[in-house]
């Protein structure tokens, strides 16, 4: 069943991965997550639009409901939204944070910092729900953290698959690559400035 309410956080009816292909800019070798239970899984769970479904790959919460993912990016880079699909049985996260441009933070002093955004968030197998940003918390970004502290009552937690939306300059700043999307959804554009047909510029 499709989930439905009235939270202005989030967009639902996302059917059309290619809004979501800043995915394909990352560098999935430089991704980590801590407290991950095999090492670098959390490599695997940036995929495309198509595999998204795919339940052989996951990141899986080692010794508690806790993970922190961190992901740099090779150029400047704006998020717009964010879809998690998480794990049955309770062991999808319920909360998200997020934090950017700080590569040194970990268990021990995450608390000492203040997140950029935080959500609750649903469960969602399907990928249906978009995490909207604050637009302009989210520009200029070179290494975004996710922060996930808690799940829906699970041991453990677990992610299949992460999409990131938003907008990627190449490093030399010569060419912005912009994903639109394709089905724009209100909610997901109360103060949004993009609009259009999902194409990139080059």
């Given amino acids: 069943m499709a989930h439905q309410c ?55 919460s080692c010794d508690d409901q806790e993970l922190i993912i961190n992901i740099p990016f090779g150029a400047v880079t704006q998020i717009k939204s964010i879809i998690i699909i998480g794990g049955d ?27 950029t955004q935080e959500w609750n968030l649903h469960e ?17 970004i070179n290494h975004l953290t996710l922060y996930f502290p808690s799940n829906f009552g699970s041991p453990t937690s677990k992610i299949y698959f992460i999409a990131l939306k938003g907008v990627y300059t190449s490093a030399k700043r010569e060419i912005v690559n912009t994903v639109y999307e394709s089905k724009p959804q209100l909610q997901d554009h109360k103060s949004d400035i993009f609009n259009g047909v999902s194409h990139d510029l080059s």
């Fill in 6 to 60: 009235n939270d202005s956080s989030h967009s639902h009816g996302v059917d059309d991965g290619i809004e979501y292909s800043l995915n394909r800019y990352l560098d999935t070798g430089t991704i980590t997550c801590l407290n991950e239970r095999v090492k670098d899984s959390v490599q695997h769970i940036f995929k495309s639009w198509e595999d998204r479904h795919d339940l052989k790959h996951f990141v899986e």
């Fill in 89 to 115: 049985g309770g062991s999808s996260p319920n909360k998200m944070k997020a934090y950017i441009n700080n590569s040194n933070i970990d268990f021990g002093n995450i608390s000492s910092y203040a997140c």
């Fill in 124 to 140: 969602d197998f399907e990928g249906q729900i978009g995490y909207s940003t604050k637009p302009t918390k989210f520009n200029n």
